[in-house]
C-alpha cells in the first residue's frame, strides 16, 4: 500500500511539473532586460521614484522586480546576527535586562567557526550565469523562511537589476527559478 502511495504521489508530483512548464508564458521587458512569466502572473507596475518598480503577483505571493542604479537597488544582502559563546549567554542577557532576538545575537558552542561559515543566516548565496548575464542567486536554507532572488550588479547599460519574493511556498520558489533562467537582454 504505500508503495502504491509513494508511485501515485511521484506521477502527481512529476504531472503537476509538467503543467507548470507547459503553462503559456508572457515576456516582460524591464529596462535593457526580458524575462519571461507564466500567464497567470500579473504584472503590475510600480511607482518608483530613482528606479523602475514592478511586481510579479499570483495567487499567493508578490513578486518584487527592482531596476535603475546600482546604489538604490535592493542587492539582497543579508545582515548576519552576531555569534557569540554560549557560556556567556546568561552574562549578556543579566547586562541587557533581556535576552536578545535570533536577529541580533545568537549563542553557539563554537562562535568562531560558526559566523565564519554563516551556520545562521537564513540564505544561500552564490553567482551564476544566465544567458551571458552574471548574476547573484539568493535561496533560503529553509523552504518557506527566507529570500529567493536575483541580483545583477551591473548590466551592459550600467544599470543593476534584482527580482525576489520572501518566505515563499516550494511551488513559488520553483517558479521564481524558471522565471530566472529566463531572464535575457533584448
Not at 548565496?125 to 523552504?143: A, C, E, L, S
Amino acid at each position: 500500500m504505500k508503495k502504491l502511495f509513494f508511485v501515485l504521489a511521484t506521477c502527481l508530483v512529476l504531472s503537476s511539473c509538467n503543467d507548470i512548464k507547459k503553462e503559456k508564458k508572457i515576456q516582460h521587458t524591464i529596462g535593457s532586460l526580458v524575462l519571461s512569466a507564466p500567464a497567470s502572473m500579473i504584472f503590475v507596475k510600480g511607482k518608483g521614484v530613482d528606479s523602475y518598480v514592478a511586481y510579479l503577483i499570483n495567487n499567493k505571493d508578490t513578486f518584487h522586480i527592482e531596476y535603475g542604479s546600482g546604489k538604490i537597488i535592493y542587492n539582497l544582502y543579508e545582515i548576519s546576527p552576531h555569534v557569540l559563546n554560549l557560556n556567556d549567554k546568561n552574562k549578556i542577557i543579566k547586562q541587557s535586562g533581556r535576552e536578545p532576538s535570533m536577529d541580533e545575537v545568537v549563542f553557539s558552542e563554537y562562535p568562531e567557526e560558526d559566523e565564519g561559515q554563516k551556520i545562521f543566516n537564513k540564505n544561500y548565496f552564490m553567482y551564476d550565469t544566465i544567458n551571458g548575464i552574471i548574476v547573484k542567486v539568493v535561496q533560503p536554507k529553509r523552504i518557506g523562511n527566507g529570500i529567493t532572488g536575483l541580483y545583477v550588479p551591473k548590466l551592459k547599460d550600467g544599470k543593476s537589476f534584482s527580482i525576489y519574493g520572501v518566505n515563499l511556498d516550494s511551488g513559488n520558489h520553483i517558479s521564481m527559478l524558471e522565471i530566472f533562467r529566463t531572464i535575457r537582454y533584448r
